[in-house]
């Protein structure tokens, strides 16, 4: 290992997250990944698991219990939810820095966690050490954080979709409406009916009307921006038949007249120092961000309606989990934001 | 060609909606099709275009100057908006029922056409015959038309998503939000950018907001149910990478309460005597209709935020296109409604 | 239930080939479905299983043990290899016909099988009054048989892409290479790594290099259509990122020199009575048969190299398995071999 | 633009290989990309054409006139064949290092090519220059050459997986058969009915039977491996629903009896210093090298029949254009071999 990288380990290695966020880490030029987890395959590589690191990643993967916080600069849980909740109360009291790639610690508290995840929270004092890590909307705080929930793949689109407006007092945050659409590795590696090839192939449906957990987690974040202090929104993920992407259209109501020239305004206001947003000056699809960290964003008002509507667009796997998992990272470490994030969208 | 059929012709054979009209016909139990023209492909047989129909419609195609009106029952008119007007006008005089599956006759009248088709229309007269033709809403009126103007894809799943809400008074007509995704046999047979496999493959992007022409469609039929003769729609239609099927998700604000049992009963009240709608007790997939007629709609009230959702499937080439014209041929010619269109969603 | 009409029934309802069977079996003009049977959803409906069917069939679903032979015209087993000859073996005994659409039956004796399936087989007397259901090489004998062993899918393809040649003694039995492609659904309708959506979706490998079971299958077939009574086969099958269809490319050695003239001579000759074998004249694509009992069939020349290359597709779900069930299901129950099989492929 | 970097362009800016080209040059550590070539797009930025590089790459693109072949030090030609051979003529006088990336110098002279692209060749004096750029074959004669005519992308993967064993002498080079299956990006970014999705789409088919210019390449190239000096290849290429991607499967009879031990061994002794061809012990899939410079090989000895079956994969746009292009310029430049093309492939 080259000296003066920092050492990093991965704890899952089996979910879509664990091999992205390896895929990231391996060409990153300050970081070295000491150990890569699982408690299921401890006797392989983590080539055998994916094997598109053959020759590359071939290095054995390890328990959990092997993993010796205090050799480590930062670590990522690339673990199920409920899962991640008994390692961060695990580890949160060495120091170590600890990045949450679940959604055990986005919420404000546990009772609300609770309530939306139908699961008894097991550490609720982690709720008050964890930063949300949506680089651009708390940028200080993730940089001296010890504790980073790393936010979902559909917020992440939908929130920086709509802060800008929602900020700016330009909507009624209590009328937006998120109909979002997602690739189907955002169901997860696991094979079950979701994610059976014929039952996704060639299909697309909603789910999740009303109840999906991420609802919450967009309404506390835009909530925070807001002089009102809280958001009312109605969100409708889709399944789409890809392997990786969200598109989100959103849709608000004007609390102040606005026009094209002033929303575009707004947005590069709002977004000029964030590295990883591009405003578009048409809808985005998502293949124009795909494997990357981008998330491009369209804001139009249409002046027939008077409504004003968001288009973004994210990999949900970058820059909805792994990518903005190493953004993350590289604030908490000080290093250079952009740092292993510089891979063009592979399109086509 | 059996004694005692109908003759009907279909008018334009290299497009979608063209080959789905046989597909569909040549099943049918009391049509025959006795021409199917074309302009550019005189010298070849209708299975050199489309290689599926080899050994079962190998007849050869005809300019539509052979096509004698007096010798058919009804015309298909499957050519692209602006060269349809021309064969209305041609034919119209001549008393032969003609069904349009192109936009030429669908709206009010010739200058709504025009500000929205961005085109000049040669037959202004045509809109006072011709009839909508979403059955179940105009039933009546199809039955005696001469002239039909077959709907939309897109309006065709938005409408049936909403008109029971809208006709019961039971939601703001002018805060409707309609966000559609089709898959990309409805933008055509032509090769072009838009339809290229790598630009859609593996790819999700919205289009044409606050400018589609269907937009006026949806909002002018939708207006005519509610008592205030007006409804404003915000439609924004996505490109699915998938070959058939449209998903509405449509959003309304209550203008009275109404819990899900309620809104339930609504639609089944609504949709007693419609053959082709299915009431759906979740949110239905494009591929359970696929292949089929049938539109299938879910109805959802979030009791949490108060908004009503519908969500609606069809197949754009059947029942929102061939498979709909076919239905309004059967009501058109006193046979039986669902004549010819008993096919079950082939799925997967 | 129309007078007339003979009574079958499909056994399994949960798998692709009992959905597939019943989506053809509703609209055939002689037969009407009198049971389909699960043992693990004995209380649900057929369309909760299969939503497409809502509406169309909502009959329950009844134990096989609640199935009396004697009031059945034939009985489809839509089960697992290895379950159906439980089956078979049950109900041979009561003189009821049974199209067997497993591979149970499919060999000429248990000790190939067992050879090839890895497994013992519990009815080893069935193989000889067992008929092997591909109409156009036995149909004689399936008119006449009691138990039908419906051909795998592969092999359909496979061997109606060769019998001309093998049988005409052009080609040299022994080297033959077919190199098949097959859509997801012929993996089955369970969910596990191999189906996961992103697993096969962008995605395209070969499996079951020199064991795959259709192997001896095909070499049985083609073998009995030699003078030398045997054949070798170098199969090779791959798994196609789509829903339905297969196509093979079969690659052979000339015995004696014919030319591309000659070799289309000798297909249409072979098929001339064949209703669902169309001879094509250029490479046929699997969507130009998808939905339907067609199979597509280029035979090509090659004068650089002397090699004779066979491309054919079939919709691995009804030719390569329903369809082909139903045409034998014509043939045992001395209807119009054609009936209820008449779709026109579904493309796009 | 940064010191010490080799400045290179390219030439050609609207395809798939020049965008390629740029996504993995814009990340190569040792050189930067001077200029991008259109002479239809001259007043439009790079990013303009490929928004995936907004914000990275929003260079303008320039006339190839504007172009000081001086000033570079190696200029990549991303044109259509036919095309190319102009630039090269007009430039290879210069002394100026060229990577041909189209097909116009891979033969062996112009007879050849005029005989197999059907097309007049006008610099016959280039084919003596150019070397063939496959690195492990031809790498010293890389290193030193002037002119690369970059290899096609049938041509890499079936070559790669044929060259072990016909350099070896243990099969017959005269009866090898190569079933290629490649994406859709093969097929270019112009939209015409092949590429129109709905044609590719759920869809799978053969085609350029017997005839595939690629097929000459690969001849000649195994042919010059083997001390017969020839071969005869049986190509057959198939076009894959899927962007990017080639799996080839090869075909041979062994003139040498090998067993699988030995056939892995041939293998691993052949490709020890290549340090992007991986053997494997399982079959690839093509989605293991998606993105990457990576060739994926499996060979397999089937003992039943004694053919030998070798199973390749690699990404048509990199391994098959652009990245070998990179790897090539490398060798050329005396830069590491594998500089810039560290990407991990993308799974999922």
């Known amino acids: 290992m080259p000296k003066n990288k920092r050492r990093v380990s991965i704890i899952g290695a089996s979910g879509y997250t664990g091999s992205e966020l390896a895929r990231i880490l391996i060409n990153h030029p300050n970081v070295s990944i000491a150990h890569i987890t699982s408690e299921t395959h401890t006797e392989k590589l983590f080539s055998d698991l994916h094997p598109q690191f053959i020759g590359r990643l071939d290095t054995h993967l390890v328990s959990s219990e092997s993993v010796r916080p205090e050799d480590q600069d930062l670590l990522f849980l690339a673990l199920p939810h409920g899962v991640s909740m008994e390692f961060v109360k695990r580890w949160s009291a060495e120091g170590i820095k600890i990045i949450d790639l679940s959604g055990d610690f986005r919420l404000s508290d546990a009772s609300i966690y609770e309530a939306w995840y139908k699961q008894t929270h097991v550490f609720p004092e982690g709720f008050a050490k964890a930063v949300y890590g949506l680089p651009g909307l708390h940028e200080d705080q993730i940089c001296s954080a010890n504790l980073v929930a790393n936010p979902g793949c559909y917020p992440t689109a939908s929130i920086l979709a709509l802060a800008p407006l929602i900020a700016g007092q330009y909507v009624d945050p209590r009328q937006v409406?998120?109909?979002?659409?997602?690739?189907?590795?955002?169901?997860?590696?696991?094979?079950?009916?979701?994610?059976?090839?014929?039952?996704?192939?060639?299909?697309?449906?909603?789910?999740?009307?009303?109840?999906?957990?991420?609802?919450?987690?967009?309404?506390?974040?835009?909530?925070?921006?807001?002089?009102?202090?809280?958001?009312?929104?109605?969100?409708?993920?889709?399944?789409?038949?890809?392997?990786?992407?969200?598109?989100?259209?959103?849709?608000?109501?004007?609390?102040?007249?606005?026009?094209?020239?002033?929303?575009?305004?707004?947005?590069?206001?709002?977004?000029?120092?964030?590295?990883?947003?591009?405003?578009?000056?048409?809808?985005?699809?998502?293949?124009?961000?795909?494997?990357?960290?981008?998330?491009?964003?369209?804001?139009?008002?249409?002046?027939?309606?008077?409504?004003?509507?968001?288009?973004?667009?994210?990999?949900?796997?970058?820059?909805?989990?792994?990518?903005?998992?190493?953004?993350?990272?590289?604030?908490?470490?000080?290093?250079?934001?952009?740092?292993?994030?510089?891979?063009?969208?592979?399109?086509?």
């Open 177 to 348: 409406i998120v109909d979002a659409k997602s690739g189907t590795t955002g169901a997860g590696v696991k094979a079950n009916n979701t994610t059976h090839f014929s039952n996704v192939n060639e299909n697309f449906k909603a789910y999740g009307l009303g109840t999906h957990r991420h609802t919450i987690e967009i309404e506390e974040q835009l909530g925070g921006l807001h002089s009102s202090g809280t958001a009312q929104v109605q969100f409708t993920p889709h399944l789409l038949p890809i392997d990786r992407g969200i598109l989100v259209t959103a849709y608000a109501n004007m609390d102040k007249a606005i026009n094209q020239k002033e929303m575009t305004g707004i947005f590069r206001e709002f977004y000029k120092k964030a590295p990883f947003v591009r405003l578009r000056n048409e809808a985005p699809a998502v293949k124009d961000v795909r494997g990357s960290n981008f998330c491009d964003v369209f804001p139009y008002v249409d002046d027939r309606t008077g409504k004003l509507i968001v288009v973004s667009v994210i990999d949900n796997l970058v820059k909805g989990a792994a990518g903005q998992a190493v953004h993350n990272m590289n604030l908490m470490l000080g290093l250079d934001p952009t740092a292993g994030l510089k891979d063009i969208p592979m399109k086509p």
